[in-house]
């Protein structure tokens, strides 16, 4: 270990994951970067998952400078981050869900990115997205970008959570997350970058595993959740026009997946963006009828 390598955190919440925990464990074991803490907590699972970290406590002490692993009652994720935030020690923290994993060169490729650029408050980069067996669904890679508190309010950006390093003294300086905001990440990226920049990197550093406890799987509990962002911002001149896009989002999306009323969400979408929402009928209905007939 090379003792000028700035300190990282990384912390793994986690709520029943059994199946996948140890595969997130084992990735940050595996990093090429030495100079880690890691700290797990376990959100009062009732599966297997307490069990599954205990098999994995005794290499993890071995390999990391610091270790801390804590398990108690349910609290919810906001929560468990916080706490976790307060234990670091680390300049920087990388927040990891307990069902993703990281590549192995992920540490050391956002340490120096952040150490030569310190004007960049966190750093995401791309995925591939894995099934709960572990299988390649699809990579999701895009063009190296410096996001703008605009482009984020307007929901247009991407800043896959299992790939982020944020500076600590950024994390508390907007004074964590807020346990009332179910969409968290998106509400952290909002206040980040009101204090600095967040920069994407050109580069695949996490697997992100789609099955099918993942809350996005909860489409409409999704949908009021940006609308409960955007409340948390409505001083911004931003807001109007963000809060419009977020109900045409939340309208287009319920309009793909609603069987029963789509009439309704068709009027709303009408409504807002009549001319857009002719073409994305023109465009969408055929593929409707093609795959229904499969």
Same mark, same amino acid.
């Given at each position: 270990?090379?003792?000028?390598?700035?300190? &990282?955190?990384? *912390?793994?919440?986690?709520?029943?994951?059994?199946? $996948?925990?140890?595969?997130?464990?084992?990735? *940050?074991? !595996?990093?090429?970067?030495?100079?880690?803490?890691?700290?797990?907590?376990?959100?009062?699972?009732? !599966?297997?998952?307490?069990?599954?970290?205990?098999?994995?406590?005794?290499?993890?002490?071995?390999?990391?400078?610091?270790?801390?692993?804590?398990?108690?009652?349910?609290?919810?994720?906001?929560?468990?981050?916080?706490?976790?935030?307060?234990?670091?020690?680390?300049?920087?923290?990388?927040?990891?869900?307990?069902?993703?994993?990281? @590549?192995?060169?992920?540490?050391?490729?956002?340490?120096? $990115?952040?150490?030569?650029?310190?004007?960049?408050?966190?750093?995401?980069?791309?995925?591939?997205?894995?099934?709960?067996?572990?299988?390649?669904?699809?990579?999701? /890679?895009?063009?190296?970008?410096?996001?703008?508190?605009?482009?984020?309010?307007?929901?247009? $950006?991407?800043?896959?959570?299992?790939?982020?390093?944020?500076?600590?003294?950024?994390?508390?300086?907007?004074?964590?997350?807020?346990? !009332?905001? &179910?969409?968290?990440?998106?509400?952290?990226?909002?206040?980040?970058?009101?204090?600095?920049?967040?920069?994407?990197?050109?580069? &695949?550093?996490?697997?992100?595993?789609?099955? !099918?406890?993942?809350?996005?799987?909860?489409?409409?509990?999704?949908?009021?959740?940006?609308?409960?962002?955007?409340?948390?911002?409505?001083?911004?001149?931003?807001?109007?026009?963000?809060?419009?896009? *977020?109900?045409? @989002?939340?309208?287009?999306?319920?309009?793909?997946?609603?069987?029963?009323?789509?009439?309704?969400? /068709?009027?709303? @979408? $009408?409504?807002?963006?009549?001319?857009?929402?002719?073409?994305? *009928?023109?465009?969408?209905?055929?593929?409707?009828?093609?795959?229904?007939?499969?």
């Amino acid at each position: 270990m090379h003792v000028e390598e700035p300190l &990282v955190s990384v *912390v793994i919440p986690c709520y029943n994951h059994e199946s $996948f925990v140890q595969y997130s464990v084992q990735s *940050v074991i !595996d990093q090429t970067y030495q100079n880690i803490e890691l700290i797990i907590i376990d959100d009062g699972s009732k !599966d297997g998952s307490l069990a599954k970290i205990e098999e994995m406590v005794a290499l993890c002490e071995q390999r990391f400078v610091r270790f801390q692993f804590r398990s108690r009652s349910n609290k919810g994720l906001s929560t468990t981050l916080n706490e976790a935030i307060e234990w670091c020690e680390g300049k920087y923290v990388a927040l990891l869900a307990s069902d993703d994993v990281i @590549l192995e060169h992920k540490t050391q490729v956002q340490v120096d $990115f952040l150490e030569k650029n310190q004007l960049i408050t966190a750093v995401c980069g791309g995925v591939e997205l894995i099934d709960q067996y572990n299988n390649l669904i699809k990579v999701k /890679l895009k063009l190296e970008k410096t996001y703008s508190f605009e482009e984020i309010i307007m929901h247009r $950006f991407e800043l896959p959570a299992a790939t982020q390093m944020i500076r600590r003294d950024a994390l508390m300086a907007v004074k964590g997350f807020n346990p !009332d905001i &179910v969409l968290e990440d998106w509400y952290m990226w909002l206040k980040l970058s009101q204090i600095g920049k967040i920069h994407y990197m050109n580069q &695949v550093l996490a697997l992100y595993r789609q099955h !099918d406890t993942n809350f996005s799987k909860n489409s409409e509990r999704m949908w009021q959740g940006r609308i409960e962002v955007l409340e948390c911002f409505r001083d911004s001149k931003h807001y109007p026009k963000a809060i419009k896009r *977020v109900r045409w @989002l939340n309208a287009s999306a319920a309009y793909m997946n609603s069987k029963d009323d789509r009439a309704k969400f /068709l009027w709303e @979408l $009408f409504k807002e963006r009549p001319f857009k929402t002719l073409n994305m *009928v023109a465009i969408n209905e055929p593929l409707k009828k093609l795959k229904s007939k499969k």
